[in-house]
């Protein structure tokens, strides 16, 4: 069985990735293959500067704000987000210099996000290349 096969058998949502899963992950897929995307975070000095990041990564329009609601927006928007898009594999969000607070408000939002399109039938599985407070472990081998 594939990652994606065994992606597909668990519930939408956000995710952090063990060691063993983020190499299983690489080798089964590729950045910029159907339906999947890759974001590396290299040392942002801050939440804002991941945003933009993130926002730049993603082809968010002009009227994306770089801030937490904005995201919402875009993530959850079939027009911004393409409905075929199924993964987002997130890493170096440690890398993030923020307290704490703000990455793991980040956190909120990409799992509620995820959870909006799962409700709309645009399943979306946000995936961390390492554990963060508050996102739970990969329930896959």
């Not at 995710?15 to 890759?38: I, K, N």
């Not at 875009?74 to 409905?83: E, R, S, Y």
């Not at 990409?110 to 739970?136: D, F, Q, T, V």
Request: with cysteine; glycine share 8%.
């Amino acid at each position: 069985m594939s990652f994606r096969q065994a992606l597909a058998s668990i519930s939408p949502g956000i995710y952090a990735l063990s060691a063993d899963q983020l190499a299983a992950l690489a080798l089964s897929l590729h950045s910029g293959s159907d339906g999947m995307r890759q974001i590396h975070f290299p040392g942002c000095r801050n939440i804002t500067v991941a945003l933009t990041h993130l926002g730049h990564a993603l082809n968010f329009p002009d009227w994306y704000g770089n801030n937490l609601d904005a995201l919402m927006d875009c993530l959850c928007d079939p027009d911004v987000l393409a409905p075929s898009m199924k993964i987002l594999l997130l890493t170096g969000l440690t890398n993030i210099h923020s307290p704490k607070g703000k990455l793991q408000a980040l956190g909120e939002v990409l799992g509620e996000a995820a959870a909006e399109r799962a409700r709309n039938n645009m399943a979306l599985y946000i995936l961390c290349g390492e554990p963060l407070p508050g996102i739970p472990p990969l329930p896959l081998p």
